[in-house]
């Protein structure tokens, strides 16, 4: 039997229980909570693919390879439109959910970002939560479960996820990808275990350079002047929204295979449609992904300065980059340094809630000059 749970690394006790649930027997409702980029959706919907699967997944069959490729009738991916996942789309699930699977041995819903039910979406989804019919399961996936509805949180079962050990993401690039064992930990460590992203700097070209044409953003944004810094902002922008057009290229080749087993007109346009949604849901969050990667850099340069001045170099995340550092840290400026990286958590704060990303990246940029030009050099 194929482990379906074989691309999820550092999530033992999460993976445990789910293989349990299995074998013995899956409660009709879970929650899948922890930080970004550990795990969470792609082990939601490899455990959606065992509880459709009649053979309780076996990693192998028709239906396990469909869900996992997103692209089974009765294992359906619900993700906000816009900022919330709203009412409407609740009380069609509701209806649906009432009957039997097409094909499967039972339906599924994952909820990614379930934190962004609205109010009436959470009130309407609560009542088929409590009452649920006996072939259907619910995965609700997110970063953010303070924000849940207690109510709806009460009636899941928690699985925890936690941020993947630096020597185990370190491992897991080294031995998928054949990452340098140098190259490897440098990425394991800045990645903070977020492994999705480790991997996408372990495989990714254009990832890298984004990476090292934000760090010379950072390094140069207190000198900048107002219209270098405007250019700034907008090659972020573009840099985000052409990460996103990358994925969305390489979902269009993943349709082409997925319609290959499809056997009839009807079946063909279903499959499009619904890879239409996954294109459309997966931009969306690659672009909220770029946007946390932006933060990530600009937050990980100004903690590197503030280590450096103070003399704590073993700390740095960026060690490739030490002797920028080194130039640009400046004693005088720690509390400086430190204000810059509560100007990126705020900034960070601010993209959580769907606010409008160019103004809170430009004020994020303008706090951060305003809070080293306090703090001169010495």
Known sequence: MTDLFADIVGQEMAVSMLTRALEQGASHAYLFFGPSGVGKSEAAIAFAAG???????????????????????????????????????????????????????????????????????????????EEPPGHVHFILVTDRSERLLPTIASRCLPVTFSSVPVSA??????????????????????????????????????????????????????????MDTQVALDEIMATVESRSRERAEDLENELAKALEWAGDAR????????HEEKTKRQRRRLHTKGLQTVTRVFAGWYRDLALVSAGAEEGVLNQDRLDDLRVGASQGSLLGY???????GKAQERLRYNVDARCAISDMFRSIKEALAQWPRS
């Open 51 to 129: 509880l459709a699967c009649a053979n309780g997944g076996c990693g192998v069959c028709s239906t396990c390879r469909r869900v996992l490729e997103g692209l089974h009738p009765d294992v359906e991916v619900v993700a906000p439109e816009g900022n919330f996942i709203r009412k409407e789309e609740i009380t069609d699930i509701n209806l649906h959910a009432a009957y039997r699977p097409y094909e499967a041995r039972a339906k599924v819903y994952v909820f990614l970002e379930a934190d962004s039910f609205n109010a009436e979406a959470a009130n309407a989804f609560l009542k088929t939560l």
């Open 267 to 274: 079946t063909k346009s279903w499959l499009k449609k619904r």
């Open 169 to 226: 993401v370190a491992a897991d690039l080294a031995g998928r990808f054949g990452t340098p064992p140098e190259e490897a930990a440098l990425i394991a460590r800045l990645s903070g275990g977020d492994l999705a992203y480790a991997r996408e700097l372990a495989t990714t070209e254009s990832a890298r350079r984004q990476r090292d044409r934000l760090l010379d953003l950072g390094r140069d944004l207190p000198a900048a002047g107002l």
């Open 338 to 344: 430190t204000q810059a990286v509560m100007a990126v």
